[in-house]
């Protein structure tokens, strides 16, 4: 299926390859049982989003990487991630698909036992691990990593941690364009805020472009669940606008009027004593959503933003709404 992007800018479809790697729309719907107070909410869920239904938001921003990576020639890649990193995993897995060699440097996280598991698997995933333990030794190790596995003189293909660079940040401008036409059939009310976790930046980066291409007014809530990057509304809005530099350069004739990036909000509530660490407010969010929903959410990301979105509503901060929670879980 031709991606949105290609469809209203044709002109990127030589310069900006894109690989179907999921079924698209994700699907949505009422969370009836969870609005009794505040907004009507609503769920998109891009947790079966990828092949095989697993993988979530980092399989967006891979459609687009990938074929970036080979576009340039490379044969590897190398990005960072913790433990447990579900980000580190699709890349390896969705990359290898693809005939191209992952490398990971993976930062010390918290451990429970579904970070054991998907350590497991990462080593049975055919990339080259480094563990590298912190982000200062991470950084120091990086041009050695890099050197070490260039090819023919050529380094590899880096990818930032979640992927979100402005390449793959289009992964979530594609995917705001994609709740615009389905609000235009009517699958969705038009929202007026959508809620999501913020752990690299690259998702919400994403919406708030994508939401202004469309001609949304909706307002994005990043619920921040790392303390290791800055995630601050300034340095997500820069992303936002480097995407969009990214898209002109590559030759999307974008409209010269389109509206300056503030359509951010950014909450630092709900991290807890920090990255990869559980609270009792996410874990009661977490079984609520599985017990009244039928909604699978994992403690590090989605629960987090999920006991922010119902804090919040009842509060009464969004007020009539409608509210669209993205559940960017990519559970294997």
């Known amino acids: ?19 179907a790697l999921g079924k698209s729309p994700t699907p949505v719907r009422r969370l009836s049982s969870l609005d009794s107070a505040g907004a009507e909410l609503w769920v998109k869920d891009d947790s079966a989003f990828g092949e095989g239904g697993w993988g979530g938001n980092k399989v967006r921003k ?7 990576a080979l576009r340039r020639g490379r044969t590897t890649i190398v990005t960072v991630g913790g433990l447990g990193t579900n980000w580190g995993l699709a890349a390896a897995l969705y990359g290898r698909e693809q005939g191209l060699k992952t490398v990971l ?8 036992e579904h970070v054991r598991a998907q350590l497991e698997r990462l080593r049975g995933s055919g990339a080259r691990l480094y563990f590298t333990h912190t982000k200062a030794r991470t950084i120091l ?21 979640g992927g979100s660079s402005p390449v793959g940040t289009l992964g979530y ?18 929202p ?15 919406l708030s472009l994508g939401l202004r291409l469309a001609g949304l007014p909706t307002r994005v809530v990043g619920v921040v669940v790392n303390d290791t990057l800055r995630l601050d509304e300034p340095a997500l809005s820069r992303l936002a606008d480097r995407a969009a530099r990214l898209l002109r350069e590559r030759g999307a004739r974008l409209p010269e009027n389109i509206s300056r990036t503030g359509n951010l909000d950014i909450v630092t509530d709900y991290l807890g004593p920090g990255y990869g660490c559980p609270t009792p407010e996410a874990l009661a969010a977490q079984k609520l959503s599985a017990d009244l929903e039928h909604l699978t959410l994992e403690p590090v990301y989605t629960a987090k933003a999920m006991a922010a979105l119902l804090d919040l ?17 990519g559970p294997r």
């Open 105 to 112: 440097a993976l930062v010390d996280q918290p451990e429970d």
């Open 62 to 68: 891979l459609e687009w990487l990938l074929p970036d």
């Open 173 to 190: 401008v594609e995917a705001a364009l994609e709740i615009a036409d389905q609000v235009r059939a009517g699958e969705l009310p038009e």
């Open 192 to 206: 007026a805020h959508i809620v999501t976790p913020v752990g690299s930046g690259g998702t919400v980066a994403g």
């Open 313 to 329: 509503n009842a509060q009464g901060h969004f007020g009539s709404g409608p509210v669209v929670y993205l559940n960017t879980n």
């Open 1 to 19: 299926m031709t991606p949105f992007l290609h469809r209203i800018h044709p002109e990127l479809a030589g310069s900006l390859p894109h690989l």
């Open 141 to 161: 190790r990086a041009p050695l990593i890099l050197a070490r596995h260039s090819t023919r003189g050529r380094l590899p293909y880096f990818l930032p941690v």
